[in-house]
């Protein structure tokens, strides 16, 4: 039996192929994690086991798919970075996100027991993700939307920690804490949370301030920090210029998948931490650390 | 602090919302589920239990998300079928895509231990799968896709069974068994199968040669096969002259959410199907059967 | 000297194929008309000349390129019909937009010194169109489409009529008759026209109030207005079960050459339009006028 | 009247913005040239008056959208190319490419009578053009493409080059003149030229060999050929750190309208017209020549 009179139905599939040569973000976003974190007794603000089981399963989608430059992740939200010159899936992005979201999703459910032994998952509310794919042409892009979620972590952050201590140590209703924070800045919030519940924010879990940062672990570069070397740094498309062989490519491969995939949870704002790890943006292993 | 000095970023990302008044089928695929057949030692050419977990998992998918008209599996893949008029997540394909695959997943993880009970799931080899959005404009094209999966089913199947016959029993090894099937057609491996190993193909499961369509169970309709009520079962688009209330949407929604999800392996080629099912085509909810 | 080197950058070409299927609607519009209009005197609320060399214009790019199957014009837009089995330029979006507005605009010049004979264009001036794609995928979408149209035509015309029989035989202010228009309905616009300018709408020139529609002229079918015959004309896609071969597509396409495009100016918003001309929706064309 | 009852038909428009911050390269093409060459007796291998036209054609567009940054033409095709900080339309896609085209036909219609006087332009013969969009990322990407471009001006034209003179020269008939050339590398080619038809092809026109640059005449830059001033040139994405206030937009578009629109026949692939004219990458117009 031939299948030719149906098979033009294919016809109907459409292309999704990304743009060559841009920054690929996949960011993925807990579905209805709000009423799940209730379901299975998340603390607030932050639940450390929540987040160590998140950056667990990112940890492991690293690993998974070596083309994966880094990922960044906040609350039930992590964002994953591919290369301009990856060509994963030839770049199409459905196949690139539902590969990212599925692995996501595989990892965070079958790890979930070893991060609440004793809230084991309910088949009527299992953890899901949704994800989507962005493009971003340069590296000041790329760096800016890191960024934005960076100033977005600490924004809610500080919100967070304020809101949950007014209302779990200074036992106000939420309607009340929502109410008083309205229109505050950031000082007024550390302001409430110092002289009334004696919090120093600035001592806060840097998990909780600045998220986690996850890349591949190669020995630090010595910053050296002259104009020339930070210009470097940012010197935009470096890899455009780099014609590598076969043999070079499958060299690299082997590194990034040798390389450990290490979480930190530091700021990614400043220059600092893309000057020390320059393939973050060359796309270009650096050294595995000689204790491996 | 403010985050609008990065906020432009969010205009990088790009609308990918699919057209209206057409159906959205969601295709998902196992990632490498050849090897990770091997690992878990599926048995060829079907293993029941692996057919029935796919099922299990996507009879959930349609439990959690009512707004799915009808789903077909086969092997390591689901088509999930959503009606034109459908305006879940304002139809955004990335959305839509990367909910259906990460729900599937974790189920299909959560089930794993109750159809394999004596194979674990290992964390360096986690079932994954892809997905993909497609748009089909019209009533024939659906059935058409619908009847190219299942011919595709029926093919495969009879390849396979014939293949693994003649390895597993008549002894042949893979190399030969495939130069011997190149070339032939359906009568020809009908023929080895009864001929060498006693096979009728006919009595295969229907499981096997028809694979599993999933549609929520209402009463079925009477068929009265008259050339009106034909012409009326395909007649495309009954439900862009049909304005529903908003009370008759929560009713339609709510009955979705109450019908039974039936998983049968029954031909969807033909008009019987479809006819029987009205609901399928025209998203109006049947009657929920009596002894509910 | 090989141009291998910089060929890379074809791959940033994507994909803008439209879903096949569908009915395409290609709508172009005047660029800065209402500047335009000024510089070249055209007369207000309707210039005949201007509406005539539309027209003109939409008539020749339908000639030009027979795969079109209608064309709906009013003031300064028009709108291009493609069938949803029309592969011209394999449904790429661009290719098909650009060349419509290519051969309008090219037309609409040439045209130009026949319709404005007193005023040739200048080169500071030039007319421009922009254009877009827009896909529908069934009968009732495009119907409606086109029944969108022309009711904008009415709504436009009736107060663009009243607006300026205010100023031009009222002596009002443009500011004083948009102030004493704002708010009204139909009846009030009617009643201002007749009472104060002896003027009955229903008497004004039916391209003003009701476009202009081009197709191309077969013999009219007889309409029997049975409920049953009703149900037919509307029966959506006849022709995806029609098989054309290779004989009668070119036949077709010679008819299509053949045929006179018709500029009328009826309703296009009851069924009795599309009842007597078939062809629009079946794509088949009918047969020549027996005096050709 | 109401239109609200078919206004639904809007949502079936989609996007089709274009990725912020990359370069739009619009590419047309003229359509069906090759006849249109033999009906208006264009004179071969290179029409001089043909070109001529195009470049003015190309002049005027830039003119009239002063958003352009500089255009390449050769044969019958042109390219213009917006900076990735253009913001014309909204970057939408459609729009941008149909109204370049639209531009371009009308112009080249207008003054196809001053360059061809003896051949007006009859209705069954306009010439028309198409049209695509496509999105360069990086500098490098924009500049392979002119060079992909250039070098294809240059492969085409010693081809047309010899081959016509193989023909009107030699007297050969078409098949045997491409029958002989089939294999043939440049060095072969400036043979035959040079030693049957006392041909140095190096005294060719630059038109011919070169295309057509079109861009704003600023003041050019002294090259100032330091290892650091190239690299500056080079440097990527100067335009995403340079903040320009309102006034500052105003005095640039300003500027851009004032500057005249040069055409030269020159080196594009080379960095050196880059290098003396910033304005190209970095779209910040230069000083007008002083004479102005």
Redesign the interface.
Same mark, same amino acid.
């Given at each position: 039996?031939a299948?030719s009179?149906?098979?033009?139905?294919?016809?109907?599939?459409? /292309?999704?192929?990304l743009?060559?040569?841009?920054w690929i973000v996949i960011r993925?976003d807990g579905?209805g994690f709000h009423k799940l974190s209730d379901k299975y007794h998340f603390q607030k603000p932050n639940d450390r086991r929540a987040l160590d089981l998140m950056n667990s399963a990112a940890q492991?989608v690293m690993r998974d798919i070596p083309d994966l430059i880094m990922a960044y992740g906040v609350s039930d939200e992590f964002s994953f970075v591919f290369h301009?010159n990856c060509q994963l899936f030839e770049r199409? /992005?459905?196949?690139l996100?539902?590969?990212i979201?599925?692995?996501?999703?595989?990892?965070y459910?079958?790890?979930w027991i070893s991060f609440f032994p004793d809230t084991p998952?309910e088949?009527t509310f299992?953890?899901?993700?949704?994800?989507?794919?962005?493009?971003?042409?340069?590296v000041?892009?790329l760096r800016?939307?890191m960024?934005?979620r960076q100033?977005?972590c600490?924004?809610n952050n500080l919100y967070n920690t304020t809101f949950w201590n007014m209302v779990q140590k200074g036992g106000m209703s939420n309607q009340d804490a929502e109410q008083e924070l309205k229109g505050t800045v /950031?000082s007024d919030k550390n302001e409430i949370l110092f002289s009334r519940y004696g919090i120093n924010y600035n001592n806060e879990l840097e998990i909780f301030k600045k998220g986690s940062v996850l890349f591949r672990d190669y020995e630090l570069e010595q910053v050296k920090r002259t104009p020339a070397s930070i210009a470097n740094t940012n010197d935009?498309?470096k890899w455009?210029?780099v014609e590598l062989s076969k043999t070079q490519l499958e060299k690299h491969q082997k590194l990034r998948r040798k390389a450990n995939v290490a979480i930190a949870h530091v700021d990614i704002i400043k220059d600092e931490f893309w000057e020390q790890r320059p393939w973050l943006l060359s796309n270009i292993p650096g050294r595995l650390p000689s204790n491996k």
């Open positions: 039996m299948n009179k149906y098979e033009y139905v294919r016809n109907f599939e459409q /292309s999704d192929v743009l060559p040569n841009t993925i579905r492991a301009p199409r /992005s459905s196949k996100v539902s590969t979201v599925s692995t996501f999703t595989a990892h459910a079958f790890k998952l088949p299992l953890p899901t993700f949704d994800g989507r794919a962005v493009q971003y042409p340069s000041k892009n800016d939307y960024s934005w100033v977005d600490h924004i /950031s935009d498309r455009e210029n």
